[in-house]
């Protein structure tokens, strides 16, 4: 193409977007920093802030016909279980049965909950196995909106008729979420691209299903199993901080335009954003540039092609904290389905609905955070994690330390017997519960994501030294960050390294072990596991 490309201000721009952003060399047209369709993303965000808390404040009555229907559903699912629990004779696994039934009340609510469903699946380590093994068949089982309806919805938003704005609508759409569903189109200019078409209505049902859920979710605490660690009042909390957002896409791209800036400020180079298009987004319809890859989980085409799986895996790692460490955003909803690894080994990023950013004292107590973690430093680690809104302003660290003996030596839990380990958590969960802990969102939508990345290691590199890749990500942070991330925090750059005996300590694993592999870790996790399955 020309090296000079139509602005959405109809002048012309010789620079490629490639010097600010993580954009494809493909290029089929040049975003700018402030398309059109950004202009109020700034206001819209701030508005959707501030609805949020009027969507799950307190009510005496909730919409009576949804809750009637979401308790006939929810509540026929619990009440099913327990009658099966009373039963005589063989049973099924109590948390697995629970799961499925409450995976099957989801899927017949409609999109707000299979959206939430579909949260809770990539939330692996924050909510229980068995209910994040069940809520992950969620992905597949959204129906299709025929397409004369998605056709009426990108006409009324382009204002034009389909057929003037594209060469080509594929009507069968490549994929079918909660909240839209993306089809394959190209345009009259013959630019290869996937359109997102937001369902109708899906605003009001969303509203009127947050108004359920936040009058449900504190008559749930301590009544259902899977839920005694999520919390449902903050998880509903959460929740609608996330899908509000989702609502309007032009906020969607824009995460994609920051996100992609990001990794070019800090030199990361091994991702790959999608463009927007500059003029053709609106609240409903996104139009983006078409990406070509293998899938994440793939792993026998890319290897026979040529990729380094295990570059990809630290290329992942590593660019996802630059970007919440460096600029406080990243991408909130890494899952195989959102990620493709192109031939020449770099990652394409898809799906921005889910973004974390933070405020620049988040950000800074998020970097203590991390940095605390990497030289062991405790009483820095709670301390960032109270500025975080994990704990109450006025936490007293050494109460916390004391009441959940982290003073003490780590016990490693392949050595405790199942009523050990068990009363061993519930100590702690009672403890958290009463200091008032709580799980703010970019700290789930983070530790979520560093779950994915750790099972996309057993994926893509099960046979990596999992010590040596510690010491390799440190390495590189130290090298390439480590005095901008000194100044930040105020420390010296020199007193800055890497315990490995902690790190070790902090897993339960004998200071004297060099080496652990995923392989490793995979079987002493399922040691684990066994403990908590019902004999």
Not at 32 to 49: D, E, G, K, M
Request: hydrophobic fraction near 45%.
């Amino acid at each position: 193409m020309s090296a000079t490309t139509p602005k959405p201000d109809g002048g012309a721009s010789t620079e490629s977007d490639r010097s600010w952003g993580a954009f494809s060399a493909a290029e089929p047209w040049t975003i700018t920093h402030t398309p059109t369709w950004r202009r109020h993303c700034t206001l819209i965000r701030n508005a959707v802030a501030r609805r949020t808390p009027e969507l799950i404040a307190p009510r005496r009555v909730p919409p009576l016909r949804r809750l009637l229907v979401v308790a006939w559903h929810i509540g026929g699912a619990v009440a099913a279980w327990r009658l099966r629990q009373l039963l005589p004779g063989r049973r099924p696994d109590s948390r697995a049965d629970l799961s499925r039934r409450l995976r099957l009340a989801a899927e017949a609510l409609g999109p707000t909950y299979i959206k939430l469903g579909q949260i809770i699946s990539s939330g692996r380590g924050i909510f229980p196995i068995e209910l994040v093994t069940e809520f992950a068949l969620c992905r597949d089982r959204v129906p299709a909106m025929p397409y004369a309806t998605a056709r009426a919805v990108v006409e009324a938003e382009l204002r034009a008729p389909i057929d003037t704005v594209f060469a080509s609508f594929e009507p069968t759409p490549i994929a079918a979420a909660s909240i839209a569903q993306v089809h394959r189109a190209h345009l009259h200019s013959g630019e290869s691209v996937v359109v997102k078409v937001q369902r109708p209505d899906i605003g009001a049902t969303v509203a009127e299903d947050l108004a359920v859920m936040a009058w449900l979710a504190p008559w749930l605490i301590g009544r259902i199993p899977v839920a005694a660690l999520a919390n449902p009042p903050v998880l509903v909390e959460v929740f609608a901080d996330t899908i509000t957002e989702e609502l309007d896409f032009r906020l969607e791209a824009e995460n994609m335009l920051d996100v992609a800036a990001a990794f070019t400020a800090v030199g990361q180079d091994g991702y790959v954003i999608p463009r927007p298009h500059p003029t053709l987004i609106t609240q409903r319809v996104l139009i983006m540039e078409e990406l070509e890859g293998f899938g994440f989980e793939a792993v026998q085409a890319m290897r026979a092609a040529g990729v380094d799986t295990e570059k990809v895996v630290r290329t992942g790692m590593v660019g996802f904290m630059e970007g919440c460490m460096l600029h406080g955003i990243f991408h909130g909803d890494l899952h195989a389905g959102n990620l493709l690894v192109l031939p020449d080994e770099r990652i394409g990023l898809l799906d921005f609905g889910i973004t974390g950013r933070m405020r620049p004292p988040q950000r800074l107590a998020f970097l203590r955070l991390l940095v605390a973690a990497s030289t062991n430093d405790l009483r820095t680690q709670i301390e960032a994690l109270r500025d975080l809104g994990a704990l109450p302003p006025d936490t007293d660290i050494d109460d916390v330390i004391r009441e959940l003996g982290l003073d003490q030596p780590i016990l490693d839990p392949i050595t405790l017997s199942q009523e050990e380990l068990m009363g061993e958590i519930s100590r702690v969960v009672k403890a958290l519960l009463a200091m008032g802990a709580r799980m703010p969102k970019v700290l789930m939508l983070f530790v979520k994501n560093m779950v994915f990345l750790d099972g996309a290691m057993a994926t893509l590199a099960p046979d990596l030294d999992i010590f040596a890749e510690i010491e390799k990500i440190s390495l590189y942070f130290a090298t390439h960050h480590g005095e901008v991330i000194a100044a930040q925090i105020g420390m010296d750059p020199q007193a800055w390294e890497l315990d490995m005996d902690g790190m070790r300590a902090s897993m339960g694993i004998d200071p004297s072990v060099e080496e652990l592999t995923y392989q490793d870790l995979l079987e002493r996790r399922e040691q684990i596991r066994r403990k908590f399955k019902k004999r």
